[in-house]
């Protein structure tokens, strides 16, 4: 029995949450504090660093503690974990808008790095425990597609709201006066603290669910941290999937910028035309998505996923040659059909390793998958924007020219399209090694569902699922 449609769509809502809060810091706070605040761009990206190295530090931390923490009788487990931690995620929010710039620049930056360390602290977390909590209350790989067709629905749409205000405040003159767009910035915090109360009041935490697997009993000690480790580092499927997630899909954490600069220096467009190429090429992927999902649950996710990377790679491709920024649109509607596809069936192959290792040990992990797979993934999924800048840079990209020479066009054409295409074939190779075929994973779906469905679908005294779902109900 599968989960119904009003409790995947509750469980489709605490990740898109937070998407919208990073939009707000990655996209929002660095133009602000540059062009607003006044803050020298280069203590920016100091800042930015720090903050980048103290996620791959915090990740694996966080992740072991949380597998570790025990379930608390009337306050829950994971669910109480997000419900601590989203006062301080709007709190951290909220505070970098009202920073004053007559401040003296080192009391800014300070302010500044403490503000995103709050943040950042919460935000670890609230997002580790809301995977965790997806993965606990939809037990099976069709549920898991589902939720992520939602998420994606919702995290899109929500995001695209977040980016077209920063835009409109941070782009042009219309608007320069620093507490007016304080003031409207704080209506986009408002929308991002609605969408996350809406999972923090209607989802719920039972403790049936913790009752196989759960590693809350266990110590939190050197030794045991290790024989975890182990366990996770045997599976030929970790070291697989998490080779293909840190290659083939690490360009598009920074597609947005690349495409800014296609747009701006290649195509030449206007920026409304560069909206309507976006969001435009978005929009019509969103509407195919739900038939992406019928397809991997039909073929597997795995077989899902090299299916995807054609039209991922004949789109990129397709980028060497285009002129027009409507020729760029179908690009973008091929590419992203291929890289929806691809991370649509990646959240059934993530939930398929939690699985797989808990039949295996007795002990879920999620916290800890997420900590050993942020660190080995980290260095390279960090560096993409570096990597752009180092192409377009060592083929003469000119800040100050208002037209790129012809080389220096082709070096955007091949930090935009060359080198995802690059990284994808190498994903492509590691993806090779990966053993879930569909049976393992309808067998590993089969497992989850025996060890907590019952409860995940409302027929227990106890869940971590949307109310409607109680026996009440």
Same mark, same amino acid.
């Given at each position: ?120 602290? =919460?935000?670890? !977390?609230?997002? +580790?425990? %809301? @995977? ?5 209350? *939809?037990? /099976?790989?069709?549920?898991? &597609? ?11 749409? =929500?995001?695209? !709201?977040?980016? +077209?205000? %920063? @835009? ?5 003159? *219309?608007? /320069?006066?620093?507490?007016? &767009? ?19 009041? %209607? ?271």
């Amino acid at each position: 029995m599968a989960l119904t449609f009003k409790q995947k769509a509750l469980l489709a809502t605490p990740l898109p949450a937070s998407w919208v809060s990073t939009v707000v810091i990655h996209n929002v706070y660095v133009k602000f504090y540059t062009d607003v605040i006044g803050l020298d761009p280069k203590y920016v990206g100091w800042v930015y660093l720090a903050f980048n190295l103290w996620n791959i530090i915090n990740d694996p931390i966080f992740g072991v503690i949380l597998d570790k923490m025990r379930y608390k009788p009337k306050k829950g487990k994971f669910l109480r974990v997000m419900r601590i931690t989203v006062p301080f995620m709007l709190l951290g929010l909220v505070a970098m808008a009202w920073t004053d710039p007559s401040w003296p620049e080192a009391v800014i930056l300070g302010v500044f790095l403490f503000e995103l360390f709050l943040f950042d602290v =919460a935000a670890t !977390f609230y997002v +580790i425990s %809301a @995977t965790s909590c997806i993965f606990l209350a *939809a037990p /099976t790989r069709e549920d898991r &597609i589902d939720v992520e067709v939602g998420k994606t629905w919702i995290g899109n749409i =929500a995001s695209a !709201f977040a980016t +077209i205000v %920063a @835009t409109q405040l941070l782009v042009g003159d *219309a608007i /320069t006066e620093r507490t007016t &767009i304080a003031v409207l910035l704080m209506g986009v915090v408002l929308l991002n603290g609605v969408l996350y109360l809406i999972p923090l009041i %209607a989802l719920k935490d039972r403790r049936e669910l913790y009752e196989q697997g759960d590693a809350g009993e266990e110590a939190v000690t050197w030794a045991q941290l290790k024989a975890d480790a182990k366990t996770i580092f045997r599976m030929r499927a970790f070291w697989a999937w998490s080779a293909f997630t840190a290659t083939a899909m690490a360009p598009m954490g920074m597609y947005f910028t690349a495409f800014l600069y296609f747009m701006d220096h290649v195509v030449r467009s206007t920026g409304t035309e560069a909206t309507i190429a976006d969001t435009g090429s978005m929009g019509v992927v969103l509407l195919a998505l739900p038939l992406f999902a019928r397809m991997i649950k039909r073929f597997g996710s795995r077989t899902s996923i090299f299916i995807g990377l054609v039209p991922y790679v004949v789109g990129l491709a397709a980028l060497f040659w285009v002129t027009a920024w409507w020729q760029v649109l179908l690009c973008y509607v091929v590419l992203m059909a291929g890289r929806f596809t691809m991370s649509t069936a990646g959240i059934a192959l993530d939930g398929a390793l939690i699985d797989d290792n808990e039949r295996a040990t007795g002990v879920r992990k999620t916290g800890s998958f997420i900590a050993l797979r942020t660190l080995l993934s980290a260095p390279l999924i960090g560096t993409q924007t570096a990597i752009f800048m180092w192409v377009i840079s060592a083929y003469g990209y000119d800040q100050n020219a208002d037209l790129q020479s012809e080389t220096a066009q082709f070096g955007i054409r091949m930090a935009t399209a060359g080198v995802p295409i690059i990284f994808a074939v190498i994903g492509a190779i590691a993806l090779i090694f990966l053993p879930y075929t569909k049976a393992i994973e309808t067998s590993l779906s089969e497992y989850s569902l025996h060890r907590r469905g019952d409860v995940a679908i409302g027929r227990g005294a106890a869940e971590v699922t949307p109310q409607a779902t109680t026996p009440s109900a």
